[in-house]
């Protein structure tokens, strides 16, 4: 099942309010996810861990380099998913995945990405 393209504009627009309401808290979160994304990027552009279902990074094999980078995302992710859907009176579950259909949409050529049934395939 598709998530409907207003439902995520609406998940996003609370994102920023979200950002917005709560500075400190948001402005780390987001800091830390700016500083990670060149190393996420990198483990994606060689394979190694893709963009699932449910809106987070996941190991594709048995290598597991900076899993450290990748736990701390998730957490990350996590915190953001639970502060939208208090807000949006939904799941954390529910908003995760509405993030994973936008980020599948928008990931480049190349980089791993999980279909809602759970099948990886390459962009």
Request: aromatic letters at 6%; a positive charge.
């Amino acid at each position: 099942m598709r998530t409907p393209k207003f439902l995520i504009a609406t998940i996003l627009a609370a994102l920023a309010v979200l950002l917005l309401a709560q500075a400190g808290l948001a402005d780390d979160i987001k800091g830390r996810m700016k500083a990670r994304l060149p190393v996420i990027n990198e483990l994606k552009a060689q394979g190694l861990i893709g963009e699932n279902n449910q809106g987070y990074l996941e190991f594709r094999g048995g290598q597991k380099p900076k899993a450290d980078v990748v736990q701390a995302e998730n957490a990350d992710r996590a915190a953001v998913y639970k502060a939208i859907a208090q807000r949006q009176n939904t799941t954390p579950e529910f908003v995760g995945q509405a993030r994973a259909a936008q980020i599948a949409e928008k990931e480049p050529g190349g980089f791993w990405v999980q279909d809602a049934g759970g099948a990886w395939k390459k962009k």
